[in-house]
């Protein structure tokens, strides 16, 4: 466990190691399938994980599809749920103790029909760190609500989702 200035900082070499599998195109695809089948049939792939931003994807494809001819909402927040949970993962293994994490909440907002490939990206993964710290440091449930925003290959705004998650270390 490293301390600096009172505060739990995760382990570098844990979070590297974490980014290095979850990029493994092989290994990464075989986790999805084991642990999360819905989401590797539908297509719901990692893009990039970095300590700063996650993109996922989900195409438009049978699987995905809903009687619309677009991508069925639950697809897309599948990759949502992703690009925000990965990261979340990442540091809770990083941790110097056991974290609990789960998502308690979720609001979406759909703009547009989903026709062709959507990626979503997360940005707030700085504040769900300092959230992580924050839970390995008190003794209470620490929640925080971070945004994904879906956009298709022109960049166009298809659907913005809103997860909360809450993290809390055991002790």
């Known amino acids: 466990m490293v301390m600096n200035n009172g505060i739990t900082t995760f382990n570098t070499d844990a979070v590297q190691s974490f980014q290095k599998f979850a990029q493994h195109p092989f290994k990464f695809s075989a986790y999805l399938f084991w642990k999360l089948p819905a989401a590797w049939l539908s297509g719901v792939r990692l893009q990039s994980l970095e300590t700063d931003t ?76 300092a959230a992580i710290e924050r839970a390995l440091n008190d003794a209470t449930a620490e929640t925080i609500t971070l945004h994904s925003e879906g956009r298709d290959k022109d960049g166009i705004l298809i659907a913005s989702f809103a997860i909360t998650w809450s993290f809390k270390s055991k002790s």
């Open 54 to 129: 996650c993109v996922t994807s989900v195409p438009f494809r049978w699987l995905s599809q809903n009687p619309f001819r677009s991508t069925y909402f639950a697809c897309l927040a599948m990759a949502a749920e992703l690009s925000t949970g990965l990261p979340a993962m990442m540091y809770v293994r990083s941790a110097p103790r056991r974290v609990s994490m789960l998502v308690t909440g979720m609001e979406a907002t759909f703009v547009k029909k989903a026709t062709g490939r959507t990626l979503f990206t997360c940005s707030e993964l700085p504040l769900l760190r």
